[in-house]
């Protein structure tokens, strides 16, 4: 089945800087990779995803990049902002929806 | 609709216990998904419904373990002879039918503690 590796486990940025988060999956046949943000005491929300026909994907901060080669894509925020903060996961799907064990971002004011 | 709804929020139950769990999904959506997240964890999947069929079942999903769909709607998930491994957040999420391509929408979730 799908294992999803997901780096880093934590990461703490200045308010204005860059984050980017890795994840790497192992089954060829996933398509679709989302990406969710949980904040205490709620559910993973869905923040943005990609397909496997696009590289990229952008939303305003927030972008995707996939690399269905070498079986990894990353999440990036720019201008980071203090309710960025938040535990990040990201997930491949392809028979089953597979997580991350989380990145939890922390944007320092 | 204000998305997907979980009940309860939380549940402190002695061991040997059964608990049972609520999910009522977004109406339009016809699959339903449970997951399980312990802490510092990602969500483990434990099984999910088309309609009220269930199609797929993790080995996680011990046989302690039963999860219905019975109209097609909302959901339940039952934990009998409950064990402290059990202790987790129960999550619900649900999704447009037909592709896997879909993003989920998660309920906030069950919080059970088993003491």
């Known amino acids: 089945g799908e294992n999803v590796e997901q780096h880093p486990s934590t990461l703490s940025v200045q308010e204005g800087d860059s984050a980017v988060i890795k994840c790497t999956y192992s089954d060829s046949a996933s398509n679709y990779f989302p990406w969710y943000k949980q904040e205490l005491g709620k559910g993973p929300q869905l923040i943005i995803d990609?397909?496997?026909?696009?590289g990229e994907k952008k939303d305003q901060r927030i972008a995707v990049t996939l690399n269905k080669t070498a079986k990894h894509f990353s999440l990036h925020i720019t201008e980071t902002q203090p309710e960025d903060s938040a535990v990040y996961f990201c997930a491949a799907s392809g028979n089953d929806m597979r997580f991350g064990a989380g990145t939890r971002l922390t944007v320092k004011p | 609709d204000t998305g997907v709804s979980q009940d309860p929020r939380h549940k402190i139950t002695k061991r040997g216990q059964n608990v049972t769990f609520r999910c009522d999904p977004i109406s339009e959506h016809n699959r339903l998904y449970w997951y399980r997240q312990t802490l510092g964890q990602g969500p483990e999947f434990l099984t999910y419904f088309q309609n009220e069929a269930q199609l797929e079942k993790s080995r996680l999903l011990s046989d302690r373990f039963s999860a219905e769909r019975p109209k097609g709607s909302f959901s339940t998930l039952e934990i009998q002879r409950t064990e402290q491994g059990d202790s987790a957040m129960y999550l619900c999420?649900?999704?447009?039918?037909?592709?896997?391509?879909?993003?989920?929408?998660f309920g906030s979730g069950t919080r059970l503690t088993v003491v």
């Open positions: 999420a649900s999704s447009l039918a037909g592709e896997r391509y879909y993003g989920y929408t």
């Open positions: 990609i397909r496997s026909n696009v």
